[in-house]
């Protein structure tokens, strides 16, 4: 690279004495110069070596790639071998070992021009082996730090060679450095022109994705997990010089800041702006920053000219509109302006508009949309999981305009939606253009008279394997239900109301009861409904309920269950659960406590009594001791049924005085062995609640005999 020198010319009177600085050839010169110089070291040693195998081939004419070795296990050591011109031994005792010396400063066409960059493996190691081959002979020699801390050459041998003219730099490498080598030549080597042969085990070169090419600039992104100088380039911009890529500052030109964050890759030619003696940054003088700016201007003006152009390679007006959509969304923030196709002003979006329609009938006008457009998806249905299959349902919105963002579909048949589920893959979106109107234009006017598919063509075999590996949705009868949710409904409702949600089911079998008025048929009520339910939790059979109104009963499905089946059958398949619940709970022995003796003692809980019949046992078997003791017999309220299932708690031995109500009480144990087993506290707090589940028992029991 031909350097930029220029002279400042300075005047000084003649009795003025000056003198030029030196530099001393100290430890300390050559350490600044060869290992300060780089705040990445490996890095700089893959780019300097790399660009002087590279500007070697361009001196001898060899389009050839040269070659690199990465260091591994079974050869610990870095190497760039070229096939370019060679060096004598003159040219490395001399050219080679001298600092800010070159021999590609006359030439743009070369990369380097420093003299430095050849020094480079002394950041990294105090020796290196050079091996030279020129005219026949191969020469080998050693650069390596003196003891007084200066590097020198030293020549090891020489031999004939049939190998061509070429020069090989072999440095050796620490085994913690082998993967940093490794990433610094994909990353680094990405840039070169010719890229070049790299042996050992390599995952290949770094790659910029680019999403829009233009004249001498790219905007793209750096492809996941590789590193561009240092840089992730789709976050900041490069500038590409040669065969290196330098990190651009967009702080520093102001005219290139709207494409931050654009991933711009800036190609200038070799001396157009100037680069820091390291390498590895530009040096942002006056006359570098004077160039990009202008660069910068050039990119901003001729944005809108470079997307008209690439929009115009369009073969058709929808593909243009997806052009445009594709570069106004990558290029939102750099003001592109009206764009044309064909001398046609373009829009990304295409609204549907409306056409005048006469009815035959009277010859009426009206005005009508010319095209419904529709987004169709196919997804997941709920009710999958319970076939064990992967059955879809289809989702369909409509929406006023249409973009190039998905694919089109033209529903010119009539099973179009059944069509579809055999070609649109599962969660993708396309749209659909239904009932389009005779004379309107908009295919023509969109651009998708050609692109859009239709289908019509969507072979039938297609179609007919799809239906046929389709799972079957089950048929549900539609039956108005109400779902029993207990004191959760709207304030504003009735007291029964609360107890009852509008719900639809897509069950197969659910439990119900016959309601009406939100209440339930028969003599329970819709607290005693809740404590059915939690006692069927508690055995492992929890199931929903829901109401059917007595109206609508001749709908109820052939797998749906009353709770009386539901209960009876749980109570079949738990009697032994029941019974092990009874025996493992612990109740005082007392024989003067029990049922009888319960109500025998309170006489203002007498009134639960009437929720039996007039003649069933146990009503008999109280009234008679009642009766005997002279209690009085007026009874007031009702309460819950079937509630055994909570657990059984208490029953009894009862003493009584008359012959009558001894057999009365023997007729009822014998009816329900289990009230043999339970005991009551008259005066505990939870002798109400116990009694309340034996009743529940009771009727149970009743129940099924029944059945």
């Given amino acids: 690279m031909i350097l930029n020198d220029t002279l400042t010319p300075v005047e000084t009177s003649g009795d003025i004495?000056?003198?030029?600085f030196k530099i001393l050839a100290s430890r300390k010169a050559f350490e600044i110069l060869s290992s300060g110089l780089y705040s990445h070291k490996i890095r700089a040693i893959v780019r300097e070596l790399g660009t002087n195998a590279a500007d070697a081939h361009i001196a001898a004419d060899n389009p050839a790639p040269f070659e690199v070795t990465l260091p591994g296990k079974l050869h610990a050591y870095f190497e760039v071998k070229d096939f370019?011109?060679?060096?004598?031994?003159?040219?490395?005792?001399?050219?080679?070992?001298?600092?800010?010396?070159?021999?590609?400063?006359?030439?743009?066409?070369?990369?380097?021009?420093l003299g430095l960059g050849s020094k480079s493996p002394f950041s990294y190691t105090d020796s290196f082996t050079v091996e030279s081959r020129f005219g026949g002979e191969k020469t080998t020699y050693t650069a390596f730090q003196g003891s007084d801390g200066i590097p020198a050459v030293s020549r090891v041998g020489s031999e004939p060679t049939d190998e061509p003219n070429g020069l090989t730099i072999r440095i050796p490498v620490e085994e913690g450095d082998f993967a940093e080598f490794h990433d610094e030549v994909r990353n680094v080597y990405q840039w070169l022109q010719t890229r070049p042969v790299v042996r050992g085990r390599f995952s290949g070169f770094a790659e910029y994705v680019t999403l829009f090419d233009g004249v001498g600039y790219r905007i793209g992104r750096q492809a996941a997990g590789d590193d561009s100088s240092g840089y992730r380039s789709f976050e900041r911009g490069v500038v590409v010089m040669g065969n290196v890529a330098y990190p651009l500052d967009f702080h520093k030109v102001k005219g290139l800041g709207n494409w931050r964050n654009y991933g711009l890759v800036l190609f200038v030619n070799i001396g157009d702006v100037e680069i820091a003696a390291s390498r590895e940054a530009l040096r942002y003088d006056e006359r570098t920053v004077a160039y990009l700016e202008s660069r910068g201007a050039e990119l901003n003006e001729g944005i809108a000219a470079h997307v008209e152009a690439h929009v115009g390679e369009a073969a058709t007006l929808w593909e243009a509109r997806g052009r445009l959509l594709k570069l106004k969304g990558l290029l939102k923030d750099l003001g592109i302006g009206e764009t044309t196709w064909k001398g046609q002003q373009l829009t990304i979006g295409v609204d549907a508009g409306y056409v005048n329609v006469t009815d035959p009938a009277d010859g009426m006008v009206s005005k009508v949309r010319e095209v419904s457009i529709l987004q169709y998806e196919r997804v997941h249905g709920r009710w999958?999981?319970?076939l064990g299959g992967h059955p879809v349902k289809v989702q369909i919105s409509e929406t006023n305009s249409?973009?190039?963002?998905?694919?089109?579909?033209?529903?010119?048949?009539k099973n179009w939606k059944q069509a579809l589920a055999a070609v649109v893959p599962l969660n993708e979106r396309v749209y659909v253009l239904d009932g389009l109107?005779?004379?309107?234009?908009?295919?023509?006017?969109?651009?998708?008279?050609h692109a859009a598919q239709r289908v019509s063509q969507i072979p039938k075999d297609v179609i007919e394997r799809e239906q046929s590996i389709r799972p079957k949705k089950p048929?549900?009868?539609?039956?108005?239900?109400?779902?029993?949710?207990?004191?959760?409904?709207?304030?504003?409702?009735?007291?029964?109301?609360?107890?009852?949600?509008?719900?639809?089911?897509?069950?197969?079998?659910?439990?119900?009861v016959l309601i009406e008025r939100f209440s339930p048929i028969g003599p329970a009520n819709n607290k005693s409904l809740r404590k059915i339910l939690e006692a069927l939790k508690?055995?492992?059979a929890e199931t929903d309920l829901y109401g059917i109104r007595v109206s609508d009963k001749d709908k109820i499905g052939p797998k749906w269950k009353s709770l009386d089946e539901y209960v009876t059958e749980v109570l079949k398949a738990k009697h032994k659960t029941i019974r092990d619940v009874v025996a493992n709970h612990t109740y005082c022995t007392n024989a003067k406590t029990g049922i009888i003796n319960y109500f025998s003692r309170n006489k203002k809980k007498t009134g639960i009594l009437k929720t039996l019949p007039k003649r069933h046992k146990l009503r008999r078997a109280v009234e008679e001791i009642l009766a005997?003791?002279?209690?009085?017999?007026?009874?007031?309220?009702?309460?819950?049924?079937?509630?055994?299932?909570?657990?059984?708690?208490?029953?009894?031995?009862?003493?009584?005085?008359?012959?009558?109500?001894?057999?009365?009480?023997?007729?009822?144990?014998?009816?329900?062995?289990?009230?043999?087993?339970?005991?009551?506290?008259?005066?505990s707090d939870t002798a109400c609640e116990k009694v309340q589940k034996v009743f529940d028992y009771i009727k149970l029991v009743d129940a099924s005999n029944k059945g």
């Fill in 538 to 540: 508690g055995l492992g």
């Fill in 402 to 413: 249409i973009r190039p963002d998905k694919p089109v579909w033209l529903a010119d048949a």
């Fill in 84 to 113: 370019g011109t060679g060096l004598s031994e003159d040219a490395v005792l001399n050219l080679y070992t001298t600092y800010f010396d070159s021999n590609k400063t006359s030439s743009n066409a070369f990369t380097g021009c």
């Fill in 384 to 386: 999958s999981k319970a």
């Fill in 628 to 683: 005997g003791e002279k209690l009085p017999r007026k009874v007031s309220t009702t309460n819950d049924w079937l509630n055994v299932l909570l657990g059984l708690c208490p029953a009894t031995d009862i003493q009584a005085g008359k012959a009558k109500a001894k057999a009365a009480v023997d007729a009822l144990n014998a009816a329900y062995p289990l009230l043999e087993l339970v005991e009551i506290y008259w005066y």
């Fill in 437 to 449: 109107q005779p004379g309107s234009n908009f295919l023509e006017r969109s651009g998708l008279d």
């Fill in 17 to 20: 004495q000056s003198r030029n």
């Fill in 475 to 512: 048929r549900v009868p539609r039956v108005p239900l109400y779902q029993f949710t207990y004191q959760t409904g709207d304030a504003g409702l009735t007291e029964q109301a609360k107890d009852w949600t509008r719900t639809t089911v897509t069950k197969q079998a659910v439990t119900y």
